[in-house]
């Protein structure tokens, strides 16, 4: 077996947490929409914030297999809470390559104790898929920038003490003249729009970053001038291991549910689990379930290999998002009329799979992104 006792306490350890502290309070979660510090707290202290942050730093110093076993394991206790996971995760990969010392003391340090919370703006109206459609602009100014611009379904936006955010630097150089700026929450001028009520992953809060000609110091430049698409597209491949992971976790939740619900349920004198039609609904949900997982740690075990595993990220991100939404449907048609009411897992399941096939780049997207990758040899 791949994984060593180091993978598996990690497992082991998240699987513990969300049997016993996430799945109790799924349920208010998703009804009240509400954001669980109290979670991010314990989960800070147990080293699950940072995975692969190195120990020197703050982070549990662990590898992108380690991650991978983690956002599954909190998914299928809630994705919201992995969503959370996977978004600290990526901040904290950037100032961890990119971040200068004092950026780490003040960022990065508490970001991973949960003393602060971060935000991630890329997307803009016209700018979703085609990042190349951005129109947030920072210029120099007096020794510093002046950002305005805004963002559009940002992570943590209604809550977040800094913003980590893409933005032009060049108007005339394409995804040349892009850079990231850390921009704290307290600055004026930056202001954020109210939390968007979602279909599903509603404990995920979402909202607008509005930025009025906020002044920023010269050091509020995360990695060079003009480098802020390479810096981005240099944390897809990890976040794209860390969606599929956490769409494998809404699989096997969904798989958990059914296969308990088909030995319980009774129709026509005995187990609807008896009944060929759902029998095999299990075995593909299984197959699938099975077949993503090892196409995640598949990616993860290239990444920690220093290899470009990106045709593999994209094909376990494209899959495992696909199964995901797939497999809760097939969860609420075991279930029938009781899985389509609120209150029962599988309906939850289906309303939170449906976003693992749009963000960190849409499943169409990540075929034109395989098609490529395929061509080029």
């Not at 803009?124 to 963002?151: H, I, M, P, Q, Y």
Request: charge should be negative; charged fraction near 25%; hydrophobic fraction near 40%.
């Amino acid at each position: 077996m791949y994984l060593t006792d180091r993978h598996e306490m990690i497992r082991d350890m998240a699987r513990d947490f969300a049997e016993h502290e996430i799945r109790p309070i799924v349920a208010e979660l998703d009804e009240s929409e509400r954001f669980p510090a109290e979670l991010y707290d314990r989960m800070a202290g147990l080293g699950m914030m940072g995975i692969c942050v190195p120990e020197e730093l703050g982070g549990a110093g662990a590898d992108a297999l380690s991650y991978a076993l983690v956002m599954e394991e909190l998914s299928r206790g809630y994705a919201s809470v992995a969503d959370q996971c996977g978004l600290v995760e990526l901040i904290a990969t950037l100032l961890v390559e990119h971040g200068t010392p004092a950026q780490q003391e003040k960022y990065l340090k508490p970001l991973l104790k949960a003393e602060k919370r971060c935000a991630y703006g890329i997307t803009e109206a016209e700018a979703g898929s085609d990042v190349a459609g951005l129109r947030t602009f920072a210029e120099r100014r007096d020794g510093g920038w002046v950002l305005n611009g805004g963002k559009l379904w940002i992570h943590n936006a209604p809550i977040c003490d800094f913003a980590v955010v893409l933005t032009r630097t060049d108007k005339t150089a394409g995804h040349r003249g892009m850079s990231i700026f850390i921009v704290d929450r307290d600055w004026k001028g930056f202001s954020s729009g109210p939390k968007e009520h979602k279909m599903g992953q509603r404990a995920s809060l979402v909202g607008a970053l509005n930025f009025d000609n906020v002044e920023m110091p010269e050091d509020a430049l995360l990695g060079p001038e003009n480098r802020g698409f390479h810096i981005m597209m240099s944390v897809l491949d990890k976040g794209r291991i860390g969606i599929a992971a956490l769409a494998v976790g809404i699989v096997q939740a969904a798989l958990d549910a059914s296969v308990d619900y088909a030995r319980q349920r009774k129709q026509f004198g005995k187990a609807i689990g008896e009944f060929q039609g759902v029998q095999w609904m299990l075995a593909d949900m299984a197959k699938d379930c099975h077949a993503a997982r090892l196409l995640v740690h598949d990616a993860a075990t290239k990444y920690d290999a220093g290899k470009k595993p990106t045709l593999e990220c994209s094909m376990a991100k494209c899959f495992a998002a696909d199964a995901a939404v797939q497999h809760s449907a097939n969860a609420v048609q075991i279930y029938g009329g009781s899985g389509y009411i609120r209150g029962f897992e599988v309906e939850r399941l289906y309303r939170d799979a449906k976003i693992t096939q749009i963000y960190e780049g849409t499943n169409q997207i990540q075929r034109m992104i395989m098609a490529r990758q395929l061509l080029a040899g």
